[in-house]
T-cell receptor
């Protein structure tokens, strides 16, 4: 248990559905991240939020829409996804002060797009 | 460009033996961090060990230690007295000092055999 929770743990959705992934951190951190983990590929950073402000959008398609209402919560809204979006989506958090780079990860949401 | 390379896709070790996982990286930064993360079949990404680039002393965490060769840009992980619970995918990651982005390698799947 790392202090970062994610729900749901598994999700199956059709290409026309709209769903949301939720992440919550209980570590008092001020930075949160979304990563995509596909088979046989390195983790891909999708979005970074520092103090609720988005500071990184790594050329992610607009069918993925992040939301960070406060430093403890992060959402990833999904709509009209493609089968190639099927992957493990990991959330992480860190204390993004100078000198502290360690990120703590949640258990992930396994997403299957049909 | 920042890159992280793990050249061993899979490794196997007998229980109680020692194993070393390799990682090389490339960066033009002077201030950076290196990490080893472990992802067991449960999928939770767990921090194993971290190393600050400005520290010459190799980091150690119980049975886990690193061999940090800054000039060679090499960062290997040594696991002593391997246990069945060490079976997992191990990721090497590079964190840059000025930002809070992590760049991951493709991982090494370690199997500890009884």
């Amino acid at each position: 248990e790392t202090g970062v929770t994610q729900t749901p743990r598994h999700l199956v959705m059709g290409m026309t559905n709209k769903k949301s992934l939720k992440c919550e951190q209980h570590l008092g951190h001020n930075a949160m991240y979304w990563y995509k983990q596909s088979a046989k590929k390195p983790l891909e950073l999708m979005f970074v939020y520092n103090f609720k402000e988005q500071t990184e959008n790594n050329s992610v398609p607009s069918r993925f829409s992040p939301e960070c209402p406060n430093s403890s919560h992060l959402f990833l809204h999904l709509h009209t996804l493609q089968p190639e979006d099927s992957a493990l989506y990991l959330c992480a958090s860190s204390q993004a002060a100078l000198g502290e780079e360690t990120q703590y990860f949640g258990p992930g949401t396994r997403l299957l797009v049909l | 460009a920042q890159t992280v390379t793990q050249s061993q896709p899979e490794m196997s070790v007998q229980e109680a033996e020692t194993v070393t996982l390799s990682c090389t990286y490339d960066t033009s930064e002077n201030n950076y961090y290196l990490f080893w993360y472990k992802q067991p079949p449960s999928r939770q990404m767990i921090l194993v060990i971290r190393q600050e680039a400005y520290k010459q002393q190799n980091a150690t965490e119980n049975r886990f230690s690193v061999n940090f060769q800054k000039a060679a840009k090499s960062f290997s992980l040594k696991i002593s007295d391997s246990q069945l619970g060490d079976t997992a995918m191990y990721f090497c990651a590079l964190g840059r000092g000025a930002t809070n982005k992590l760049i991951f390698g493709t991982g090494t799947l370690l199997a500890v055999q009884p």
